[in-house]
């Protein structure tokens, strides 16, 4: 099942996709953030074309396991876009998925020059991968 992850942020959306087994998650882009409708209709339009039977929304919890302000905004997201697909839509906790998006670069050798700049595909992929390995069978 092939499966898209969005990490929402303020400037910036990473967004990530499955192999169609479900096994693996690779960076597919950033959308530079306009207004939550707008940004809701690009992620269901993008599910679309790449024939996504889930979507999954990174959300940051706080140590007692309950949504940041940050986390709420990503709620609100996901609830925007369940107006815009008939898609399932997951939220996911993402907590240090930029960080581990960072640490991931810096372990494939990648220079810190060439490391400056957004992770937000990145960090998408980690949310991802992150459920994926959790629901594996």
């Given amino acids: 099942m092939r499966t898209l992850s969005v990490d929402p942020g303020q400037k910036n959306i990473g967004v990530a996709l ?3 087994l479900g096994i693996s998650a690779n960076p597919l882009m950033i959308i530079k ?3 939550r409708e707008k940004d809701a209709a690009k992620i269901a339009e993008i599910a679309l074309e790449k024939n996504a ?3 999954i929304v990174g959300q940051s919890l706080d140590d007692d ?3 940041t302000f ?3 905004r ?3 997201f996901a609830k925007s876009l369940r107006t815009k697909t008939d898609i399932p839509i997951k939220l996911w906790d993402e907590s240090y998925s930029t960080q581990d998006a960072r640490q991931s670069y810096i372990n494939m050798g990648v220079s810190r020059k060439k490391r400056h700049g957004h992770l937000d595909d990145v960090a998408a ?3 991802l991968q992150s459920y994926l390995d959790a629901h594996r069978n």
């Fill in 18 to 20: 499955s192999d169609e």
């Fill in 33 to 35: 953030h306009i207004q």
């Fill in 53 to 55: 039977e889930l979507i």
């Fill in 65 to 67: 396991g309950k949504p």
């Fill in 70 to 72: 940050e986390g709420r």
């Fill in 74 to 76: 990503s709620a609100r």
């Fill in 125 to 127: 992929a980690v949310i």
